[in-house]
């Protein structure tokens, strides 16, 4: 059974940072990967980054977030980790972490199918 519990979500200024956690239990596979998807009210769901591990490590970012978020697990793989520098009031949104097998796509989120319930990140100007 897989759980995923975000947290670390607050409300901070424009320009500043924050670190989303996920701790993240019963993923056993070796070809998995995880990532993080944001949904602001009234808006689709959007995937933010995602890392696989299929042998090697690869990450991904969406282009709202390329240069600004970092995607990254601890040693054990338990928990996700998603540091958020620069922060801008549209990335005031609910952060998922998700967790699946490949092709692991953040577009339409191919391939995550364990969800946490979510944290709440709100930037303000």
């Known amino acids: 059974q897989v759980q995923l519990v975000e947290s670390g979500g607050e409300s901070v200024q424009a320009g500043g940072s924050l670190r989303l956690s996920c701790a993240a239990s019963?993923?056993?596979?070796?070809?998995?990967?995880m990532g993080w998807f944001r949904q602001a009210p009234g808006k689709e769901r959007e995937g933010v980054a995602r890392?696989?591990?299929?042998?090697?490590?690869?990450?991904y970012y969406a282009d709202s977030v390329k240069g600004r978020f970092t995607i990254s697990q601890n040693n054990a793989k338990n928990t996700l980790y998603l540091q958020m520098n620069s922060l801008k009031p549209e990335d005031t949104a609910m952060y998922y972490c998700?967790?699946?097998?490949?092709?692991?796509?953040?577009?339409?989120?191919?391939?995550?199918?364990?969800w946490g319930q979510g944290t709440q990140v709100t930037v303000s100007s």
């Open positions: 998700a967790a699946g097998r490949p092709p692991c796509r953040l577009a339409g989120a191919l391939g995550f199918y364990y």
């Open positions: 019963g993923v056993t596979y070796s070809n998995y990967c």
């Open positions: 890392i696989i591990y299929d042998g090697t490590t690869s990450t």
